[in-house]
């Protein structure tokens, strides 16, 4: 089926971001860096999905204002559950997490932002066929696609050697449920669906930066803190420009 082929195509562009991920002889300030802009790419992904979401939770259904008790209750269960099932992890964990638990708890958190973008372009690919606005929504996919390796490779961005499979099989848990949502908005696809998804992707998401931005911030070096602010701020505006596509 075409529709489920083009998902994977947008699922699989994560792997885009492998080769730089995986260069050697990176030093300690581009590391830094890249560990901020991966941090900045996911803030930006957590205001987009949430952005989609609120659509549907803000619906102006009392002139103008008012919002939707149904969907607002389904979403805010879905947010709540994708953080604090994470945060259970973490407490039986005891809140260390190595770095390949970290990198697998970034790929659950973006695995659930793809599988909304799966089930978008799935239903659309159903509803208007895949020309005009789906071929436009699969472009800009798979470009933001191909920026999402580098939060989940960035536990390992100071030392790559012997990680290639354990990144790679990081990226694939992150990428393939874009092919699952693909394949579930050709056949079915409801509004409540979307909210689950998009609140367990906000949640999931949000448990993930937390970890990112204690390890970001706690620099005492003046030039670390500036190369934290800087790299975040070049993050979000990458997942902003990608996002124009």
């Given at each position: 089926m075409e529709a489920?082929?083009?998902?994977?195509?947008?699922?699989?562009?994560?792997?885009?971001?492998?080769?730089?991920?995986?260069?050697?002889?990176?030093?300690?300030?581009?590391?830094?860096?890249?560990?901020?802009?991966?941090?900045?790419?996911?803030i930006f992904l957590i205001g987009d999905v949430f952005l989609d979401a609120a659509g549907t939770?803000?619906?102006?259904?009392?002139?103008?204002y008012g919002s939707s008790p149904t969907y607002?209750?389904?979403?805010?269960v879905a947010l709540a559950t994708g953080f604090l099932v994470l945060f259970g992890a973490g407490n039986r964990w005891k809140m260390?997490?190595?770095?390949?638990?970290?990198?697998?708890?970034?790929?659950?958190?973006?695995?659930?932002?793809?599988?909304?973008?799966?089930?978008?372009?799935?239903?659309?690919?159903?509803?208007?066929?895949l020309t005009g606005t789906a071929l436009v929504v699969l472009l800009g996919f798979t470009f933001q696609n191909s920026t999402e390796g580098f939060p989940i490779a960035s536990p390992f961005l100071e030392s790559t050697e012997?990680?290639?499979?354990?990144?790679?099989?990081?990226?694939?848990?992150?990428?393939?449920?874009?092919?699952?949502?693909g394949a579930v908005g050709y056949f079915y696809n409801t509004?409540?669906?979307?909210?689950?998804f998009y609140g367990l992707a906000v949640g999931t998401m949000l448990y993930v930066i937390l970890p990112m931005l204690r390890h970001l911030l706690s620099a005492s070096d003046p030039d670390k803190l500036q190369t934290a602010y800087a790299g975040v701020f070049v993050g979000f505006i990458l997942g902003f420009a990608v996002n124009l596509l």
């Open positions: 489920v082929g083009l998902s994977a195509v947008i699922g699989f562009s994560i792997y885009l971001s492998f080769p730089l991920v995986m260069r050697k002889g990176k030093n300690q300030r581009s590391v830094n860096f890249l560990n901020a802009v991966a941090a900045g790419i996911l939770l803000y619906n102006g259904s009392l002139y103008g607002d209750f389904v979403f805010a260390v997490l190595t770095p390949t638990q970290l990198a697998l708890v970034i790929a659950l958190g973006i695995a659930f932002q793809n599988l909304t973008e799966g089930l978008l372009f799935g239903a659309l690919s159903v509803g208007i066929g012997g990680k290639g499979a354990v990144i790679a099989g990081a990226l694939f848990v992150g990428g393939v449920p874009t092919i699952l949502g509004t409540i669906l979307d909210q689950v």
